[in-house]
């Protein structure tokens, strides 16, 4: 059996103790050595960071992808007029069926300078415009106590939802029985189109307001009526300028509908009639060139009105990006 042997002397075991001082300093946190937190400037590295990620900005889109982002329906347009005057060529279709795109632009340009473009156009957006706020000053109301009751809702819940998917066009022998030809028959065509769209979109859009919204106004000292105009009607927004949205696109066709079937006697020459007249005298130019000024109103209202109001709702909300267009 061996003896235990304990080593004496210190210069023996010199380079084990040297290098575990060494493992272990360079281990240590740098703060340590001078009394320092080693937290502390962790802490500030971090703080640094979290202030420069919120100093930190969107970046815009540059403006060769506005570029691009405009003219890609440019392209489109382009590509269907070039199919359709290449079918006019190869096909030869009688001209009271499908008449070519210069055909077309040459009835608008003449509808235009007799000034019956100006007044067709006139006519058809004074009654979209008068029945789609009348629609709203309706349906906000009515879908605020529908979403706040849920007795009337489980009640008229269902009947709002069936009549926003009933085509409105079949209210209109209904209208004409009831107010005759005249503008009273078209408005309520127009309201029963967009009043279900309004409604569902705020219903949905209440629906998605958190209850510490509600909980907090109350805390506040909110009564009922401040409560719904001042918390959940702001916080419901982005659901009601869909509604809003929708209710504007149910109107519009709504009125289109109206203005075919329902014809003279006192109800004003809208665009409406101007693609029955079209359809009389089977001149499918005046019959295209009418479908393109619809078109076209209904384009330039989502370009100037809704689709500017709702990126900018968004934007508010945090919901889309600054430099996003």
Known sequence: MQPETHVSDPHAVGPLTQHLQDHRSATRAPGLDRGIDPGCDSGRELDAGLDALQQQTV???RWSARVTKALLPVAAVAAVIYCWQMYVWLVRPRPDVLPGPADVFLTLRGLIADGQAQAVILTSLERGLAGFVIAVLIATPLGLLLAQNG??????GPIISGLQVLPSVAWVPAAIVWFGLSDATVYFVVLMGAVPSIVNGLISGVDQVPDQYRRVGHVLGAGRWALVVKIVLPAALPGYVAGLKQGWAFSWRSLMAAEIIATGGA????????????????????VLAAVLIILLIGV???????GPLERRLLRRRGLLEAGTR
């Open 59 to 61: 970046p815009s889109i």
């Open 151 to 156: 007795l009337l809702r489980g009640a008229f």
């Open 267 to 286: 109800l004003g020459f809208g665009l409406g009639g101007l693609l029955e007249q079209g359809r009389v005298l089977s001149d499918m130019a005046v």
């Open 300 to 306: 330039v209202v989502e370009l100037i009105v809704f």
